[in-house]
């Protein structure tokens, strides 16, 4: 049973135009068997080194051994390709259909399962990228291209990157690497790459935020609830774990946390949506 002070917010939205917005993480994809890459599962053997996430996932990292960072993001790539969306990531398609411009995915996830599922490009903000694309590791420009189709992607043997894929890693302006358009952990969020703005910008319109899988460390993020709940706003967290948010979210009125798996919840909230948008 979905609470009853939801449903309430979610009929003021509606009433008021406001938007209904959902913040999520790695926690989304676990089900479609993508790991996390932090943690336990952040680690990267490659030849005799082992590298961690945070380590390896760097510009500076990237400017020592590209190549060393690329075998690590095909291997992820390759991994992220043969995913598919799982009934969350299907059930966010539906509420999107169901709430259109109220509606705002925001999320942290490179893998392209928004995509797969359907949700469109106007309403989803990728904050740390996306795996689709590559750009120049030089910035000779902003330009993003598509990932190269020269990339064996299906049986990836992760110690070796082919001459000619890595010629098709290369800028085609300026003869650089490329490099995956992803945010790394020494760099920052900005408006041209990861739409910090728009979301900032969302977050003043959304009147009811739902955190899902998301433990919530990055910056982004956390600013993005914090202008929720300064505009009067409601956030739901729906996680199995304790994080950022459920401290966040403890004794404050408009605070609700919900220890649940996403796809349940999502789906009775699917329920209560399509019951007020007929209603409408
Ligand atoms: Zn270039």
Known sequence: MI????IEQLKFCLEKDKKISFLVGAGLSAESGIPTFRGKDGYWVSGSKNYKAEDIGTFRMFNLASQEVWKWFLYRKSVTEKAKPNQSH???????????????????????????SGNSEERTFLIHGDFDFVRCGDECSKELYPFPKEINLTDRNKDIITES??????????????????????????EKYFKRDSVLKISKHTGILFVIGTSGATTLPQMVARNVFAKGGMIVEVNIEESYFSELLKNKKKGIVINQKSSPFLTELNEEIKKLVVIE
């Open 3 to 6: 609470d009853d002070r939801i």
């Open 90 to 116: 299907i059930l966010l398609k539906e509420i999107e259909d169901n709430l259109e411009n109220n509606f705002a995915l925001i999320s942290q996830n490179v893998d392209s399962l928004h995509r797969k």
């Open 165 to 190: 894929e890595w010629k098709a890693l290369r800028c085609p302006k300026c003869g650089e690497d490329l490099r995956p358009h992803v945010l790394w952990f020494d760099e920052y969020y900005d």
